[in-house]
């Protein structure tokens, strides 16, 4: 038991719990963090994408998944989708408002998600001087100074729900600053310390730096957030550097979504930690057991496709773990290799049979092999002929990958064309002598 704050309700802050028995916790932000990327998720479409995330891990979702609902103060509708999220998800993950620093909005977030369980807050607070300026006209101290009383103050309202604080802009402000301040509110009662790099322009050195420093400075109470922007292609990377410095909960988003280019991608840190626990081990330490219960990374792909058939952000054939061309083979060696050319068996972690494709680069063993997907048994002429038929339609149109439907059209002529079998002429009699 934790108890928040003089006179509030005594109760388990189930993330903080298990960031610091070194289990791993996912900040899930593509329902809110992801409408910057120009999202809009329906709250039916918020709750069902709780549910999903959680079942991931099973009874322990709400020890694993935070899941930021959305910010109540943007509009009305905004505020019943939180709410709903809160109400019909809770028991799958830890339901979370965002909010502003300022008390009306944290009044605000707490009616969004009071009365579910394992629910919780987040308070913006400007930390950086740049960001101080912009949002609430004073320097950086200032402004950490008026967010510790908004902190305070949100304790004291919170009966039971749990207060996490953002430290906007926490890289370029003065580390020793951030340390102070996130000591301060933790000893306050905030449940963790979101630092959000908001620029997204560090580099994985720089992030593991900040982490140190402010986790040495803030003491050992203090749960720390990594928030990490992708302007850089860094976003993974520098989430990764954090959790080699200790970090265990971490904001990420599917599919990436975020404002600008987005941040680390939930499904690529996820898998990332849980396929191989050797690598597992590399990135947190030697000993590590990061779940209370094994995710179900098998979950993943289906997850994509409907956060994607929500939003229109597009699944490519590059998209890491989940796209379009994962288990796909489209040569030779690969194809009678297939191990040698794969960093993970794709059907093993995410149930994702292996798919051959016919391209401009295929050989006569997969023209065979997507014939015989397609019902038509080719003979070493047919082959031949099919082969050439697909590179010069693959050039001719400058399109790589051939249809199925295409390519059965094709075979249905071949094959119906094929010539009768020649007769065998019977032997002439042989004359008498």
Request: contains cysteine.
């Amino acid at each position: 038991m934790r108890r928040r704050g003089v006179g509030a309700v005594s109760v388990v802050d189930v993330v903080r719990e298990s960031a610091r028995a070194g289990r791993m916790v996912f900040f899930e932000e593509s329902a809110r963090d992801g409408a910057q990327a120009k999202t809009l998720m329906s709250a039916g479409f918020r709750v069902r994408l709780a549910r999903e995330q959680g079942a991931v891990f099973g009874a322990d979702g709400p020890r694993h998944v935070v899941f930021a609902a959305g910010f109540p103060s943007v509009c009305g509708q905004e505020f019943e989708a939180t709410r709903r999220v809160a109400l019909e998800a809770q028991g799958a993950v830890s339901p979370a408002a965002i909010c502003r620093g300022t008390v009306p909005d944290v009044r605000l977030a707490l009616r969004a998600v009071r009365g579910a369980a394992h629910a919780r807050i987040m308070v913006i607070v400007a930390a950086s001087e740049a960001t101080a300026r912009a949002l609430v006209h004073s320097d950086a101290r200032a402004a950490l100074d008026a967010g510790l009383e908004v902190v305070e103050e949100a304790v004291e309202l919170a009966d039971g729900v749990a207060v996490d604080v953002c430290l906007v802009d926490a890289p370029r402000a003065d580390h020793a600053l951030v340390a102070e301040y996130a000591g301060a509110m933790t000893a306050r009662g905030a449940g963790t310390i979101v630092l959000a790099d908001t620029v997204g322009d560090l580099l994985p050195v720089q992030s593991r730096t900040l982490f140190e420093r402010v986790a040495a400075g803030a003491g050992p109470e203090t749960v720390l957030v990594s928030h990490l922007h992708n302007d850089l292609g860094l976003g993974l990377a520098n989430t990764l550097a954090a959790l080699e410095s200790g970090v265990r909960v971490a904001a990420c988003s599917w599919l990436g979504m975020a404002e600008r280019s987005g941040m680390v991608a939930t499904e690529q840190l996820l898998f990332l930690l849980a396929h191989d626990p050797a690598k597992a081990a590399q990135i947190l330490g030697p000993g590590a057991a990061p779940w209370w219960t094994a995710p179900d990374l098998t979950r993943l792909p289906g997850i994509a496709r409907m956060v994607s058939a929500e939003t229109g952000v597009p699944l490519t054939v590059t998209t890491p773990i989940v796209g379009t061309g994962v288990a796909t083979i489209s040569t030779g060696t690969p194809f009678t290799h297939p191990q040698t050319f794969q960093p993970y068996d794709p059907q093993e972690h995410l149930g994702v049979a292996p798919t051959v494709v016919l391209t401009h680069l295929a050989s006569q063993r997969v023209v065979r092999a997507v014939a015989q997907r397609l019902g038509h048994e080719l003979d070493p002429a047919q082959t031949r002929t099919a082969l050439t038929w697909a590179k010069d339609r693959a050039y001719r149109l400058s399109q790589a990958v051939i249809p199925d439907a295409d390519f059965a059209t094709y075979l249905a002529g071949l094959t119906a064309a094929a010539p009768a079998p020649t007769p065998v002429p019977a032997p002439l009699p042989v004359p008498a002598s």
